[in-house]
């Protein structure tokens, strides 16, 4: 069995709960396609990353970001309710470009095997 420190399962119970709240219980709709990747907390527990990617064109992504930010009071007071540790944490929204790097990546790696096997089928 693993050992987890006690800000990394505060930080995964956080993301859970997050996920659920934005899923289940807020309703702007310019926030319905997030989908939670990471949340990384502060070792004095008073500011929470919160790392999320979306299914949304780009175009929409300042959109997705201001529903977040408006919204971050009422998740707060919700997370409240639902966790229960000393000090409640800032909640801080940051578009996670991994997923977009990782895609991309995948993508050049896909293309250069594709040149490397119609060079080979060439010879």
Do not use: C, W
């Amino acid at each position: 069995m693993k050992n987890y420190s006690r800000a990394s399962r505060v930080a995964e119970q956080i993301r859970r709960e997050l996920a659920e709240l934005i899923q289940l219980e807020l309703k702007d709709p310019r926030v319905s396609l997030v989908t939670l990747t990471d949340v990384e907390i502060s070792p004095d527990y008073t500011h929470a990353k919160i790392f999320y990617t979306s299914l949304a064109e780009p175009e929409h992504l300042a959109d997705i970001a201001e529903g977040l930010v408006r919204a971050s009071g009422f998740l707060r007071r919700e997370l409240g309710k639902r966790i229960s540790i000393h000090h409640l944490p800032e909640l801080h929204f940051v578009y996670d470009t991994s997923v977009e790097r990782g895609t991309h990546l995948s993508q050049l790696i896909d293309q250069a095997v594709h040149s490397s096997d119609s060079s080979e089928s060439k010879e």
